[in-house]
Structures are given as C-alpha cells and as structure tokens.
C-alpha cells in the first residue's frame, strides 16, 4: 500500500534549524514529484515546497525562501527539508504528499501523517 511517513519535528528555538524526512514505502518516488505543506492550528493547509522527480525544478513558498532546502535522495527512497533560520511563524503541522508542484493541496495524494514543528523561546 502507498504510504508516506515524516519524521524529524520537534520544538526549537527561533533561529534554529531542524531537518524533515518523508520516507515513502509501497512504491519507488523516483518517478513522482514531492510537496512538502503546513497547517497551522485554525488555518488553511499551504504549501511550502515542492521537488520535480528530476530534481530540476524546485518551488518555495515566499516566506521561507532561501531559509528552507528541499531534497531527495531516491536510493533511500526518501525526500528531505531542510530548515534553518526558523521563526515562530513556521510553526505547524508538516506534512509530504504526492502530486503535481504547480497543483493545490487538494490535488495531492498519500498525504502522510504529519510532524509537528514549534519554534518557540
């Protein structure tokens, strides 16, 4: 069965840094583009990032541009975020899915479970 996984969340402080892991079992993402979302509490599902299957072609999200860095490693089967410079306002619920990068939420697929990311002092 298709499944995603993140991990890799936790509570840090502004200014810190922390790197995600979404692990898919069930299929090889070598052939799929990965997005990587948030949802805040009483808020909307965003996007945040998104990698092609090529690798090519990459999109931020404005406000987390040229602090986050999203990449994959397909021998692990694995696509990662890298996030720096962290700021309150990035906290949320992260979730990975499978879909097109220039696509909604709402057009993704296999959404994982989520990982929860506070940065707070």
């Known amino acids: 069965q298709v499944q995603l996984v993140e991990s890799g969340g936790g509570l840090v402080q502004p200014g810190g840094s922390l790197r995600l892991s979404c692990a898919a079992s069930?299929?090889?993402?070598?052939?799929?583009?990965i997005g990587w979302f948030r949802q805040a509490p009483g808020k909307e599902r965003e996007g945040v990032s998104c990698?092609?299957?090529?690798?090519?072609?990459?999109y931020y999200e404005d406000s987390v541009k040229g602090r986050f860095t999203i990449s994959r490693d397909n021998a692990k089967n694995t696509v990662y975020l890298q996030m720096n410079s962290l700021k309150p306002e990035d906290t949320a619920v992260y979730y990975c899915?499978?879909?097109?990068?220039?696509?909604?939420?709402?057009?993704?697929?296999?959404w994982g479970q989520g990982t929860q990311v506070t940065v707070s002092s």
């Open positions: 899915a499978v879909g097109g990068c220039y696509d909604p939420p709402r057009n993704f697929a296999s």
């Open positions: 069930g299929f090889t993402l070598d052939h799929y583009a």
């Open positions: 990698i092609f299957s090529s690798g090519t072609t990459i």
